[in-house]
Every structure is written in structure tokens, then in C-alpha cells.
């Protein structure tokens, strides 16, 4: 699929992002090897510690339907009020969901600066060293 259009999904995913707290709002959109797209949005909580990134959300949809193979992800962010978006990258621990799912040498993860130009890294660039299944024996 087209890096673009996955940015356009992540856009729509986005508008769904429940953010009373931060006013962050985040979209995801995962690519399987199949072609299939699981979109997430971020999702707050007055207690804080139960929110969950836009990326997770993606991720925990797509593997709680059966899926384990992905190919890339776009992430789309910023603050409700924003006019421009600017680049905005997982947070670690979203890194650590994708190394666990994902090969970093091979998944790719894209992102769109306020130029609107895209910018695309491998796992392994965002997430070096990463300790993942491999290193429990799976
Ligand atoms: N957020 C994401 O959804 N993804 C990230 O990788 C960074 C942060 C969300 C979490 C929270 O709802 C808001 O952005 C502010 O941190």
C-alpha cells in the first residue's frame, strides 16, 4: 500500500482520539503482510495510568483478531488545536509493542513532518538493541 495513503488513515484514526486530558490526539494506522489496515486512536482516562497510545490501541486490535505478521505503521499527532502537524514518533513503550510483534530490520514505521513530507524508519532505528521474543527463546 501507498506510505500516503496510510498517513490519510492515520489522519482518520485520529478524529477518533479521546484526549480530554492531554488534548494530544494520535492516529495509527497498521499495515498487515495481507493488505489488511487496523486502524487505533489514543484513549485517555481520568486515572491516567489506564490511557493507551494510538499505536497500541492499533496493534492490540489487529493481534486480538488473529494477526502476527506486520509490515508498517503510520502515526499521525499533535494537540486538537494544531493547524500543522508535526512529526510525532511511539513512545518507548510503543516501540517496545512493535518489537514484539515485528521484525526491526524489516517493519517500517512512517511519519509526516509539518512539510508534509514523509519520513520513514525501520524499528531497529527507533528502538536499538532492542530486547525482544528472540531473547526469551521464541
Ligand atoms: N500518545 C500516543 O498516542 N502515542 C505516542 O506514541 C505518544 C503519546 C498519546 C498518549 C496521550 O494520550 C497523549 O498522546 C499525550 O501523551
Redesign the pocket.
Known amino acids: 500500500m501507498d506510505r500516503r495513503e496510510l498517513i490519510d488513515i492515520a489522519l482518520e484514526a485520529r478524529k477518533m482520539a479521546y ?1 480530554p486530558y ?1 488534548h ?1 490526539k ?1 492516529g495509527a494506522a497498521l499495515l498487515t503482510k495481507g493488505g489488511k489496515v487496523y486502524k487505533g486512536c ?1 484513549i ?1 482516562s481520568a486515572s491516567y495510568t489506564p ?1 493507551n ?3 497500541r490501541t492499533a496493534f492490540f486490535k489487529a493481534v486480538s483478531e488473529g494477526e502476527r505478521n506486520f509490515e508498517a505503521i503510520a502515526i499521525v ?1 499533535g494537540f486538537e488545536e494544531a493547524t500543522t502537524l508535526g512529526l510525532c514518533a ?2 518507548g513503550v ?1 516501540r517496545q509493542v512493535m518489537m514484539e510483534f515485528c521484525n526491526p530490520k524489516t517493519f517500517e514505521i512512517i511519519l509526516c513532518d509539518e512539510h508534509n513530507e514523509l519520513h520513514t524508519y525501520k524499528l531497529e532505528e527507533l528502538l536499538p538493541l532492542g530486547f525482544g521474543p528472540t531473547n526469551m527463546g521464541l
Open positions: 484526549t492531554s494530544h494520535v489514543n485517555e490511557s497510545c494510538a499505536e499527532g511511539p513512545c510503543c
